[in-house]
C-alpha cells in the first residue's frame, strides 16, 4: 500500500469482505462491513491518543468545555489495488484544524499567518467594545435622562397650559362683568390690556416652550450620538463578517472523481442560488473526498458517526452513525461524487406500481386507509405517487380537499380522507381542537427505564440538515407525547405513543433524544439506524363523524 500521510491500514486482514459495487449514499445509507471497520479503529485510536486534549464528555472528571463530534472514515483503495481508510473531524478539533490522524482542512483558516485570525481579532475587539458599552450602562443611563428631561419638561409646560387656560377664563370673566358697567373708552382700555396680557401668556409659553426644547434636544443628544457609536460599531461589524465570510468562501474549491475543481459559491449558486451557509466545507465528508482525489485513492465506502456527549438540539447518540447533514453538505457532495457510481437516493425510488391502498373503511363522507410503510401520503417533488393520488384515480367524484392529516412517508397505519370539503372542515377541527384520540405503536432500538410518561420537547426544523427537527426552547413549536411501555422483546421496546401535538417528525425526536427517551425508534434512517423499515405504525384513532356526529373508532394490528 502507498505510504501516504493519514492513510490507515486495516489491523486486520479484510480480504475476505467483499467491497461494495457502488459508493456510499452519503444521506441515507447502512454502513458497509469496510467502513464499520474503519470507523472501530478510528474509536479505538480516540479512546488511547495523547495527540491532544479535547472533552467529549465521557470522563466525569474533565472539567472543560463538553464538545461531541462527528467524525467521517473513508475505506479508499490505492492505485496498486490496496485497501484502507482516511479519517476526518467535522469542524475544528481541541482548538486546530491540523491533526496527526486526520485529513487537513480543504482551507486551514486557523493558520496563525492567515487573514482570518486576523480579521477575527478585529471583530473581537468589536465585540468586546460593544459588551463594554453594555456592561457600563451609559446608553440606558442616558436613555433614562433623556426620558425624564421630556417627561419634566412636557409636565412643566402641560402646568404652564393650565395656568393660561385659568387666566384666560379669568379675562372672559372680567369681560362679562365689566362690559355694562364701563363706559365704551374705559372698557376698550380694558379690553387692550386684556389683550396684552394674553400676548404675554402666549410669549410666556412660546419661550417656556423653546427653553424645554433645547433642554430635551441637549439630553436628546448625547443619547442619540451614544446609540450612534454603538450602531456605527455593529455596522463595522456586519461588513466585516460579510467581507470575512465572502473571502473565506472564495479560498474553497472543490475536486469531484473527474478531476473537475469547483468553488463553493458557484456550487450553491447553481444548486439553490444561494449564499453558502456559513461552516459549509468543514464537514468531515468534503474533507474526505478532497484528500482522496488530491492524493489519487479511489472511494470506495463512508459513513460518519458521532463520539461523545450528545447535544441539546440535535439527536445525536455516541457511537451512531448518521448521513451527511444536507443544508451544508448535499450541494458540495452532488458535485464532488461525479464521476464515481454512487448507490441510489431511497428518496427517488418509486413505490411498487401493484402495491396496492387498503381501504378499510368508506362512506359518503370519509375513507380510512391503511398507509404502508415507505409511501407517501401526498405527492412530493420527485415521487408523485401516494395516497391521494391513488385515491383520486379510484374515486374521481371526490370534491373538495381530500388530506385531512398526514403520516411521515416511513410511517405506516391508519389515514382519514375526507370526501368533501364539509366532511375536511368537520375534522379537520377535530385535530385543529385536539379532540382526535390517536395511537401510535412502535419498537425502540434499546430498553428503556421508564415505563409511562409525557414528553414535552418544543421542535423546529434543522435549517442546516431539512428535514431533520431538533428541539429548540427558544424558536420551537409546542410538542408533548404521552407514552406506555407494552412490552421488553429481545432487548428491545415496545412502546405506545399518545401524541397531544402533531409536530414533523414528533414521535422520532421525542424518541431518540437525549431529553427524551433517549433512544430511537428502530430502523430510524434520520434519527437511529436503518432497518428494514421504519418499525412505527398508526394504530388507533377516534374522532367524531362528520355525518351522524357520533364517535367513531378504528383500529389495525401491529405489522411488526
Known amino acids: 500500500m502507498s505510504n501516504i500521510s493519514f492513510l490507515h491500514r486495516f489491523q486486520h486482514d479484510v480480504s475476505h469482505i467483499k467491497k461494495p459495487e457502488k459508493f456510499t449514499f452519503p444521506f441515507c445509507y447502512e454502513p458497509h462491513a469496510l467502513s464499520m471497520l474503519a ?38 483503495e490505492d492505485e496498486h489495488g490496496g485497501l484502507g481508510y482516511l479519517a ?43 459588551e463594554q458599552i453594555e456592561e457600563n450602562g451609559n446608553l440606558q443611563a442616558l436613555k433614562l435622562q433623556f426620558e425624564s428631561a421630556k417627561e419634566e419638561q412636557q409636565k412643566s409646560l402641560s402646568t404652564l397650559r393650565v395656568l393660561h387656560k385659568q387666566n384666560k377664563s379669568e379675562r372672559k370673566q372680567i369681560r362679562t362683568i365689566q362690559k355694562p358697567i364701563l363706559s365704551e373708552n374705559a372698557y376698550q382700555e380694558l379690553e387692550i390690556d386684556l389683550i396684552k396680557q394674553s400676548y404675554r401668556d ?52 472543490f475536486l469531484n472523481a473527474q478531476g473537475e475543481s469547483r468553488s463553493v459559491l458557484d456550487i450553491f449558486q447553481e444548486a439553490i442560488q444561494l449564499q453558502p451557509p456559513a461552516g459549509a466545507g468543514e464537514c468531515a465528508a468534503p474533507k474526505l473526498l478532497q484528500f482522496a482525489y488530491q492524493h489519487k485513492l479511489k472511494p470506495i465506502a463512508m459513513a460518519e458517526f458521532w463520539w461523545g456527549e450528545s447535544p441539546n438540539t440535535e439527536v445525536r447518540k455516541h457511537l451512531s452513525f448518521y448521513p451527511a447533514c444536507r443544508g451544508k453538505c448535499e450541494p458540495i457532495l452532488n458535485h464532488m461524487l461525479q464521476g464515481l457510481e454512487v448507490d441510489d437516493n431511497p428518496m427517488l425510488q418509486h413505490p411498487d406500481s401493484d402495491l396496492d391502498i387498503d381501504i378499510i373503511y368508506e362512506d359518503e363522507s370519509i375513507i380510512v386507509v391503511n398507509k404502508p410503510a415507505e409511501f407517501l401520503s401526498v405527492p412530493g417533488i420527485n415521487v408523485k405517487d401516494s395516497v391521494q393520488t391513488r385515491i383520486l384515480e379510484r374515486f374521481p367524484e371526490i370534491t373538495g380537499p381530500l388530506i385531512i392529516h398526514r ?104 424518541s431518540a433524544h437525549k431529553k427524551g427517551l433517549f433512544c430511537p425508534i428502530l430502523g430510524d434512517d434520520l434519527y437511529g439506524q436503518r432497518a428494514d423499515r421504519l418499525h412505527l405504525h398508526a394504530g388507533f384513532i377516534e374522532f367524531t363523524h362528520p355525518i351522524s356526529k357520533e364517535r367513531i373508532s378504528f383500529t389495525l394490528e401491529d405489522p411488526f
Open 202 to 253: 402666549q410669549h410666556e409659553y412660546d419661550v417656556a416652550k423653546g427653553n424645554a426644547l433645547k433642554v430635551i434636544e441637549r439630553f436628546e443628544e448625547k443619547y442619540l450620538m451614544e446609540q450612534q457609536q454603538i450602531e456605527a460599531l455593529k455596522n463595522e461589524r456586519k461588513e466585516r463578517s460579510s467581507s470575512l465570510q465572502q473571502r473565506l468562501f472564495d479560498q474553497y474549491h
Open 407 to 510: 403520516l411521515d412517508m416511513s410511517t405506516s397505519g391508519i389515514l382519514v380522507l375526507a370526501k368533501n370539503k364539509e366532511s375536511h372542515q368537520f375534522i379537520q377541527d377535530q385535530f385543529i381542537k385536539h379532540t382526535v384520540k390517536k395511537r401510535y405503536t412502535a419498537i425502540l432500538d434499546g430498553v428503556i427505564d421508564q415505563q409511562e410518561g409525557l414528553i414535552d420537547l418544543p421542535l423546529r426544523v434543522d435549517l442546516d440538515d431539512r428535514p431533520r427537527q431538533v428541539v429548540c426552547y427558544e424558536y420551537g413549536k409546542p410538542a408533548q407525547t404521552k407514552f406506555r411501555v407494552q412490552a421488553i422483546e429481545n432487548g428491545r421496546t415496545r412502546i405506545h405513543y399518545f401524541p397531544l401535538t402533531g409536530r414533523t417528525h414528533q414521535l422520532r425526536v421525542h
Open 39 to 76: 470507523a472501530k479503529q478510528v474509536q479505538e485510536y480516540l479512546l488511547t491518543q495523547k495527540d491532544f486534549e479535547h472533552n467529549f464528555g465521557l470522563d466525569d472528571h474533565n472539567s472543560a468545555l463538553v464538545i461531541g463530534k462527528m467524525f467521517g472514515v473513508l475505506v479508499v
Open 88 to 130: 476526518a473531524v467535522s469542524g475544528k478539533l481541541a482548538g486546530t484544524n491540523q491533526h496527526r490522524y486526520f485529513v487537513p482542512p480543504i482551507f486551514d483558516m486557523l493558520k496563525p499567518e492567515g487573514f482570518f485570525l486576523e480579521e477575527e481579532q478585529e471583530i473581537n475587539r468589536i465585540n468586546r467594545e460593544l
